[in-house]
């Protein structure tokens, strides 16, 4: 049993429990939830490890409540097992401070690299079934490949293999469960729609530890759940009346992102924690199956990866070789608060498409470019290059990037319990948003002197 400070007391089932017993499992003890969001938040100092456990047990929460509200779905003991478990494992495969691993190291490490973390999750699942001879528990479980199949397939969707790639073919993509168990794939990670448990743990659990207020309440969302036909397909719905409670939990979202996840000072932590990791690639290892592997290669070795965390700060922090002098340097800047100075941010045009990440370079090249020496001159201020400006662009969502995810979701009447319906904006309110992504241009100045400030903000 464990005492959660979201979610009270929780029992989970015994191989559940063998699975947290793990090297592979506590490594998430070292895993900040938040990554850089702990330096600008104070009580953001929770892990991925506790949010697994909470996501594990709202997982048995809403399928449960499923099974005890429609039996006839069939929904067996096994199935709630399997479904629990891809809520513990999910975020198996996170790397040194979550999201900035994934969403800024690998891509400048190994650029080209297609690699997400759910990819990882995967990975060390199975690396942890074998490393630990969990293999004869599952038997005694009843735990068959399918079922593991279906675990991994929650987690990171559709695998791809020869075995299946003739499923992959046909009208339904998955083979862990049939098309009549399709909506237990919309519990622990929903690819229609964007309202999982795992969102309504962290939205529960960040806003707690950050000190923001949640409008969103996932207990009454839980109160209306049915799963419904929708296009010959068994869908999770809920009702009509719900569907002001359902913008709320996104706009807490988009909230979420604006106060905290993407913070610019919390980005600018993580901008130079990942700078610091850079220039570390080449000349700090850890140890992996076969040997030494660098930092950006531990995800394709996970007896590596299982030891690489957000120790890594310290490891380079305390390190004494020459050849992590700038490396180290970075890290006690973060600790002295001398970040990169943000010096000013703004919106494109609304009509303007996404801007890509290979065009950050050319945006700080426009700005020094459209400085005139002479005026500088005449202000006795420095030249600035483009390397001492770093553009930082930011996209605000409510997770299907242009698209209203509530488009995707599916409502019943009171009356009409067996019929699922859309709820179209203007049916809820005209006060709703018209536009469901933005981007927001952020531009730092490497250089803390004063004349370079001056001349970076002119």
Request: hydrophobic residues 35%; glycine residues 4%; charged residues 25%.
């Amino acid at each position: 049993v464990f005492n959660d400070p979201i979610h009270g007391h929780i029992e989970l089932h015994p191989l559940l429990i063998k699975i947290i017993d793990t090297p592979q499992f506590q490594r998430l003890r070292n895993i900040k939830q938040l990554g850089g969001c702990y330096f600008v938040f104070p009580g953001a100092s929770h892990n991925r490890f506790e949010h697994s456990i909470g996501v594990c047990h709202l997982a048995g929460e809403l399928v449960e409540t499923l099974r005890a509200r429609q039996p006839d779905l069939g929904i067996t003991d096994k199935d709630v097992l399997c479904v629990k478990m891809a809520g513990l494992c999910h975020d198996l495969g996170h790397g040194p401070f979550s999201h900035m691993f994934d969403g800024m190291f690998i891509p400048q490490a190994r650029p080209g690299y297609s690699w997400k973390h759910e990819d990882a999750s995967v990975a060390m699942f199975d690396h942890l079934l074998v490393e630990n001879d969990l293999e004869s528990l599952l038997d005694q479980y009843d735990i068959t490949v399918d079922d593991l199949v279906f675990v991994k397939e929650q987690i990171a969707g559709p695998i791809e293999s020869e075995q299946c790639s003739s499923q992959m073919k046909s009208d339904w993509p998955y083979t862990g469960r049939s098309i009549e168990k399709g909506f237990l794939y919309e519990i622990v990670a929903n690819k229609k729609n964007g309202i999982d448990v795992d969102k309504w743990d962290y939205f529960a659990r960040d806003c707690h530890h950050l000190g923001i207020m949640i409008n969103f309440d996932y207990r009454r969302f839980m109160k209306f759940v049915r799963v419904i036909p929708v296009n010959d397909r068994l869908q999770i719905c809920t009702r009509d009346k719900e569907v002001a409670n359902l913008y709320d939990m996104f706009h807490t979202r988009n909230t979420l992102h604006r106060r905290a996840y993407q913070h610019k000072t919390s980005n600018v932590v993580e901008m130079m924690i990942c700078e610091a990791m850079l220039k570390a690639e080449d000349h700090l290892t850890l140890a992996g199956e076969n040997g030494p592997v660098k930092i950006s290669h531990c995800i394709d070795d996970m007896y590596a990866y299982t030891n690489l965390t957000d120790h890594i700060f310290h490891q380079i922090l305390v390190s004494t070789s020459p050849k992590l002098k700038e490396s180290r340097e970075l890290l006690n800047n973060i600790l002295k608060r001398k970040l990169h100075k943000c010096i000013g941010q703004t919106q494109p045009a609304a009509w303007k498409s996404k801007i890509p990440k290979q065009e950050y370079k050319l945006i700080a090249n426009e700005i020094v470019e459209s400085l005139e020496p002479s005026v500088l001159a005449a202000s006795n201020l420095p030249t600035l290059s483009s390397d001492d400006l770093l553009v930082d662009v930011v996209t605000f969502d409510y997770g299907m990037r242009e698209q209203n995810p509530i488009d995707h979701v599916r409502f019943y009447l009171k009356h009409e319990p067996q019929k699922a319906q859309k709820v179209r904006k203007d049916q809820v309110s005209h006060m709703l948003p018209g536009r469901f992504t933005e981007q927001q241009v952020r531009v730092y100045c490497r250089k803390l002197d004063e004349p370079s400030l001056k001349a970076a903000w002119k």
